[in-house]
Each structure stands twice: as C-alpha cells, then as structure tokens.
C-alpha cells in the first residue's frame, strides 16, 4: 500500500482555490464525455494475447491419450486426477501429490463445492452439518474477491468484514474472534497478490493463522492460491506453506489451498486442483465419488504436454508478465501523475495477480465509478470488493488492467485519475 | 423380458435327476476355475475400439476457439453452455435451446447438483430446501442406476422400490405413493434402454408419469435419458417427450432431463447437458452463477466440430452399434442356448443402451455372482442394482458386455450360464 506523501493536498486548499480547480476538472471531465469513449476495465479475464500464448493447447495435435500409469485418457475414471498432472500441482503447492486432488476447469467449483460439502455433511473434525447449525459464520480480509463472499452468502453464512493491511488480515482481529466465536467456521483468504489490493501474506501472519487458537474445532481456512505463479516481475513474492504451517502448529487440517491453471493456459478451459491434509482429501474424494466419475483426463494430458513440468509453467508465466507488466505500470503511473501527493488517494502497486486497488477519500468510491461510467470507462462496481457488496468506507475501487489494449488503459485512467479528483472536490466542497 | 417358456423346466426334474445334474455341472465348473480365467463383465465402459470412433476429436488440429457468436472459447464465460452445443443437445432432448443448459464433463455431476440445490435451496414450487425436512423420499424404479441410488443415500434421501416392468415403472404403485405421502419429492427414471434391464417407458407410462397427481407440490422427476442415442439396431425405440407431456398436463416444473455425450464421444472428456421447464433452467443457472464461470467451452467446439450437428451425432452412434450389436447378441444368444427353457433364469434382449439384466431364481443372484468371481468372471456385485445395494429377491444380475472383447463374452458368459444353472440346482436340492 504506498502512502502518497502530502505535496499539495486538496484538503489544504482554500475553497475558492478548490472552486476554481473543480471547475477546471468539470471541464476535463465534460471533455471526456463528449469523447463517447467505451472502456471496460472491470474483468480480471487474461487477453486474448495472453491466450495466444497457449495456442498450442488448442491446435496441435497431441501426444498419447494413455497417462504414464496406462490409464486411457478418453474413459471414465481417474476420479482425483492423473499422477503426472498432480505432481505439476503439487511442486505449485508444494504438497505431496498424495494430497492433492485435480479437478476441472473450474477452482471456483472446487471451493463452491467445499463450502457445499461442510454445509450438508460438516468437516472432519466437526460434529454436525454446518447446515444444521442456526448460524455459521466466516471471516472475510476486505477489499477480496466477490464470488468468495457470493458462496457464503448464497449458503446462509454471516461474513465478518476483517481489516486487510500490507501484509495480510488484521491478525488481532482475527485472533481475537476466532478463539471466542465457535460460529465461526471458516475464512475466505487469497494469500498471494491479493485479489484486488496485490499484496502477498507476510510469514509472520501465516504463522498467525496456522497456529491460532479457534473456538470452532472445525475451522478452516479457504485459501485460494489463485495467484500462486502469476507474478509480474523475475522475484516473486514469498509466500509460507500454509500447510506445512499448519501442520506444525498441530492444525493439519485447518487450511484447504486451490489454484488452476485458469489464468495460465485458458481462462475457461484450463485445470483446477486443490491440496489439503490427508484427512481433508479423504474426505473430499469420499463426496466426490458420489458426484462425478472424474475430471476430464484428456485436458489433462494435454496440459502436462504443454507444460511438460511445473518449472515449465514458471517459464510460461514469464511470457504472460512481459504482457502484463507494462499494464500494471501504466495504470500505477498514470495514478502517480495524476494523483500523486494530492492526498485524495492511495494504491497498491502489485508485483503480481490481476488487479490494482485504488482507495480514494472515504465517501467516494461510488460517485467515481458512476462518473467513470458516464464517461464512457466501466468499472468494477463500487463496493463489490466487500462482503454484501458494502464497502463501510465507500472508498475502495478495484481496477482490471489485463484485458483492455494499452492505449485503452491509459485512456481510462487519465479518466478515472479526473473522476478521483472531481469527486474528492466536490467533497471537500460539500 | 424375454419369459423362457417351460421346455425341460429343471424344477419338474426328481431328485435324483437334479443331483445327477448337479454332478456335471460341479465338474463343468471345476474344469472353468482350473483355467484360471480373468474376465471382468461390470464395468458400463465403452472399448477402446468405441472410443477409437472419435480420435478425430483428440487427434487433429481443430478449427477455430471462437464460437458462432464470437465468444472466444479459451477465456471466461458462457455459463450454460455455447448456443451451438445447446442446439445438438436441443435436438436430443427436443427441447428449446434456451431451455438446455450445457455443463462440463460428466452428467452425473449435473444430476448430483440438481439435488444438492434442492437439498440446500429447495427447487420452484417448494416452500423449503429439502434439508429442513424432516423426511424425504424419493421413488426408484429398481433394478437401476446404482449411482442414483448412491446419491440419495448420501443426502439422507430414503428411498422406496418400485417394481420395473418390460414398459417402465409400476404406475398404479407409483401413482398410489406419490398421490399419498408428500415427502416423496423426487423419482430416478432412466426411461430409455433402462440400466440394466434396457426396456423403453411406453407412453402410456410417460403420461402417467407427466398427470399423476402429486401430495408434494414440488415434487420432480429426475430423467436421466442416458442412452438417448444410443440404439443398437437402425430403429430406436420411441420415447415419448417428458417435457411436453408434462407441461400438456400443466405440470411443466416437473421433469429435469439429464443427457451426455459420455458413451458417444470419450467417456471421460464428453459434454453432458439438461433440459427442463424455463423456471427450472432459470434456478439452476442462478445456481450455477455461484460455482462456476462457465464448462469447457473448447471441449464443446471440439464436439460441434466432430459431429457437425444432431444427426451428425446418430450417424457416428450407428458406427457404435456395430461394436456393441454383435457383443449383446453374443449374450444373450448364449443365455438362450444354455438357459432356455429350462425355467430358472429370464433375461432381456435390449435394442440399446449398454446393460443386460440376468434374473436368476430367488436367492440365487449372490450365489452366481461369488461362483463367477470364483472361476474368474468379475460381474457386478449382486443388489448393486438396487437401492440400499439390497435386492429383495436376491435374482438380479447386470451384464456389461461393452468394454471386453468378444471372445472374452463368449468365455465369460459361458461360465456364467454354468455358474446359473448350478446355483439353480443347489437351491432346489436344498
């Protein structure tokens, strides 16, 4: 999260001078408009440059449909995965390929379909179905993701709203309520390059949230490592195994961890998996014998055979940072320039994930993407970010910069960097 | 059913005729276990040679990863499927596209998830997820599906035989139960070559089945029209439309179709689909919003460009018939041959789909079942085909004849007619 210094702050202003620069920005702003532009910088979807990156995927012939194991592709079974494409996962994770489990296309049903199974037949560890509770409720680090807090909502479970900082959730907080609220039974975390603010969990709050006392004996952590590999420069950020943490502090199966490959080979075809303890995946596969017969093999194959291994889709994901970085830095330059030591905002300046997270004066958020789209540039809705679509200070604005060309980019975020201001004017004003 | 009529019934024999008989067969046996065979007739798996049909699909370079309408097929969306895979599937179920919604990989999944929503949600109609009721029944038309079965036994959903004859399910049973017991919220139907028995509901019973009256307002067939195409010989067996049928009847919430290109395509990598009323189709993509983006979307333009369209479809079905028609034939040629007319076994003579149902004496089924094991025929455990695993009268038997080649039917088959007739005359010695 950078600060921006004070330089010439707003709220320093006279309001005659602060009269006088929103009447100028009105008319930039009125620019814009008249410019009828049609910008869309809501979706976290890859571009389809991005995508060509694995036209291979698509249109070469393949190898073998046979596994390594003999196992035939093309019929029924493999109700886990193939051993060749969990061991790409388990160097991901870095878990034993015993625990891990391959699913589909999809990590989203892999974690919808987890919360499904603790509400109708409860967790090892637990005595009963969360569903059979009068009330479960789960902790949410926000600004997050909004199809995490969707699932909680669609299934009846309370979220608690949690402080997300530069290094993670507000571990007080969390620690706080954990031990004394056996209602709550879960926490939704994106650990790495956090959808939307970028930031990675620091150790010491994986060791926090590994070792933490609960009320609940069945508390889990969600911890969606969608992020895992998707870093935009040669460092990435370090981020501790939660499951090795865990399992020191004597709490093996507190966290279940997802990624796919969604963002990495193809956005709707690519592979989801998940790790957890051996109790946990037991468990998981138990139910998901009564579900499916298996996940499509053939993609798996043909992934394994793209990839060949998983320091081969570091090497593929290097290729997607060369096409993403110069996003990320206009949209974090553009906001510098624009914005920088006016006091009206802050940003992240992700060193990976999909998004970039603007915080403008309390109160705001909401009239900046209205401005916003009135202009012509769509964003995502404010608020979206936070459990029941409500941000409590109305600041938070979560900005996509992977889909759009460049030139577009820059386009919507010298409108937005107007919007920012006007809005915080018209604020100072009020 | 083919009901052998009474030749050399081996109950008019004497005792000592029965016993004489007996003798032989023991050696019979013995000489089949000396062989030291290895043959399994369980699993409802195409050959490779089915699946050799479709390489094309694996195989060659396909056409292009945007669909007719430009969604391009490798990134996110199209939840329930690309209008031109809804079209084929629209054909198969005749059915309006807007009512299909196409899913990933696996039917079985779409229908596990359809009672998972009512279970957590309840469905149009109902006043209450199925959860919070006390008691839920379902109806199961026996012998049948074992994974539909196991599906309601993993929800607490209790289960109640119904009597299966050669035109469907007992109605008037049927008919009695649901008009009486409002906790009878669902029925399994495979309508179409049922598993195991491969007849085909006569249209009286799909009107039945569309008018009855229900105590349970939200009451649901559940119609896994899995062999939809799957005909043996060049005419089909007619099945009267469930949709229109209910909805002429004014029960249009009524039936969810189930389909799959499971036993066409690949067996692991195909496209399964459902149908159902608007309504319906509506909840269940509101539903699905929550777990998922979207299927695979490349797998299905893999498919729209392999069969081109729906009677592309039927005619790469005819091809599998070829493979499988002389596999049936095989088996029950060898059922008349060895247990014609001799009274203790019926058997049916399918015209699709991919099972054939054995029914011994009562109480023999788990007997021949072990004696198979024994002399190295792997067949599908005896009360598989019944909820609860339990067969009442102890007489059913599935025959899978796809997977092994024909020489191993033949061989398998042969020691299974022994294994019959040899349990048959122990029972009537006893």
């Known amino acids: 999260m950078l600060s921006n210094r004070p330089m ?40 389809a440059e991005q995508l060509d990156l694995a036209t291979d995927l698509w249109k070469s012939p393949q190898g073998s449909f046979l596994a390594k194991d003999g196992t035939d592709g093309r019929n029924y ?15 991901l994770f870095d878990a034993p390929a015993a625990q891990v489990i391959v699913g589909g296309n999809s990590s989203l049903q892999i974690m919808h379909d987890t ?81 939307p603010t970028g930031i990675t969990y620091s150790d010491r709050v994986v060791d926090r949230l590994a070792a933490m006392k609960t009320a609940a004996p069945d508390f889990r952590l969600l911890w969606d490592n969608a992020y895992a590999v998707h870093d935009l420069y040669p460092e990435t950020d ?32 690519g592979i989801s998996a998940m790790a957890s303890s051996p109790a946990n995946v037991a468990d998981a596969k138990k139910h998901l014998g009564f579900q499916t017969i298996g996940p499509d093999k053939l993609n798996q194959l043909r992934h394994v055979a793209f990839f060949k291994d998983y320091p081969g889709m570091l090497r593929h994901m290097a290729r997607h940072a060369e096409i993403l970085r110069p996003k990320f830095e206009a949209v974090t330059d553009i906001f510098q320039n624009e914005l920088g030591g006016k006091g009206i905002a802050t940003w992240t300046k992700p060193r990976g994930g999909y998004f970039i997270s603007l915080d403008t004066l309390d109160g705001c958020a909401k009239e900046v993407v209205s401005l916003g789209n009135q202009a012509g540039v769509k964003l995502t809705v404010a608020g979206a970010t936070f459990p029941y679509g409500k941000d409590p200070r ?26 920012v201001e006007l809005a915080s004017v018209r604020k100072l004003l009020a």
């Open 8 to 47: 010439s702050e707003l709220s320093s202003l006279s309001r005659t001078a602060l009269a006088d620069l929103g009447q100028k920005l009105e008319a930039r702003y009125s620019a814009f408009k008249a410019r009828g532009l049609s910008l869309d910088m809501t979706r976290g979807k890859p571009s």
């Open 77 to 91: 079974g493999g109700l886990d995965g193939l051993p060749e494409m969990k061991e790409i996962f388990a160097a």
């Open 115 to 195: 919360v499904v199974r603790a509400v109708t037949h409860g967790v090892p560890g637990g005595s009963e179905p969360w569903g059979k509770l009068s009330k479960v409720r789960f902790l949410c680090p926000a600004p997050g993701y909004d199809r995490h807090f969707a699932i909680c909502e669609h299934f009846g479970i309370e979220m608690l709203n949690i402080e997300l900082g530069p290094e993670g959730p507000n571990m007080d907080q969390v620690e706080s309520l954990v031990a004394s609220d056996a209602s709550i039974k879960g926490m939704w975390c994106v650990p790495k390059y956090v959808n």
């Open 238 to 269: 370090p981020l501790k195994n939660i499951l090795t943490a865990c399992k020191a502090a004597g709490n093996e199966n507190r966290p279940i961890t997802f990624a796919s490959t969604s963002k990495v080979s193809f956005a709707g075809s």
């Open 394 to 419: 109305d600041r938070n604005i979560r900005v996509a910069p992977s889909l759009p060309p460049l030139d577009q980019i820059k386009a919507a975020m010298e409108i937005v960097c107007v919007c």
